[in-house]
């Protein structure tokens, strides 16, 4: 087996070293795709059908259409408002928490200010701690606040990146020059208007990584907002199929259902990856580089 190297000429490869590496990937590819597809294939099933047969393939007939009709409109649809309390919580709070991390970032690598370090290693040592451990203190909080069942209970917790605003800080250093400010600055720019015109155009790639890590993390997120709220049209995707999967024992048809959801709920982070993922992988390459 030969391959062109970039001189031009041909460099043998070892085919052990290949078909190991080749095994290893499709290996990995099996244990995240493998329950994926079992997850597609018992969406398609009947209730009877789901405790028979083969489980990685489908039956006869095909039911994913009127699994996702019963799904959607089962309990006045609130599978939906869930749908939407996730979307807003995600879409809101990945947005405006990568915009504070990229302003921390860029204050933190290009403003010299007292403390500037200590400020970075106390952001820092966030990310070693665990969002569970944060959980009752927050509820106390808000509670205090009287603000403990309602959605700004989770959308504000959700800003706070310890994580973005260290990948900000990084790529911010290597990739906004120093030259251009002054020359915005002498040109007679202010601090706002250079940050937004200038240094977050160069630091795309980095906002984009940021936006995905902070969206994935607060779709997923279960325990603040089994927490926090009571009310169950407040309740995102997660704690709302949970809902859903500890009624089973009194309503059966919910065990589809919590399949079915679950299959859905998966659908807005496949697009987001697949639509940014050209992005993220760059991000995540230069910011490791420039570190």
Known sequence: MTRTA????????????????MLFMVICASYFLVPLWWLLVASSKDRAALNDGD????????????????????????????????LIYS???AVL??????????????????????????????????ATALALPLFLLFSKAGQADTMWAILLPSLVSPFGVYLARIFAASAVP????????????????????????????????????????IWNNFFLPLVMLQDTKLYPLTLGLHTWN?????????????????LLSIVPLVIAFLALQRFWRGGLAEGGVKA
Request: charged share 10%; net charge positive; glycine share 10%.
């Open 6 to 21: 970039a001189g031009g000429g041909a460099q043998r490869t070892r085919p052990l070293p290949v078909a190991t590496t």
């Open 55 to 86: 489980g990685l393939w489908f039956s006869n007939p095909i039911l994913l259409w009127d699994n996702i009709k019963g799904a959607l409109s089962y309990d006045n649809s609130i599978f939906v408002r869930w749908a939407f309390n996730s």
């Open 91 to 93: 879409g809101v709070g």
């Open 97 to 130: 928490g990568t915009l504070f991390a990229a302003m921390a970032g860029y204050a933190l690598a290009k403003y010299v200010f007292p403390g500037r370090n200590a400020t970075f290693n106390v952001i820092l040592g966030g990310v070693l701690v665990p």
């Open 178 to 217: 120093d030259e251009l400010l002054e020359a915005a600055r002498i040109d007679g720019a202010s601090e706002f208007r250079t940050f937004f015109t200038v240094a977050i155009r160069l630091m795309g790639p980095a906002l984009v990584t940021i936006f995905l890590f902070q969206f994935v993390a």
């Open 246 to 262: 500890s009624q089973v024992t009194h309503s059966p048809q919910l065990q589809l259902y919590v399949i079915v959801g679950s």
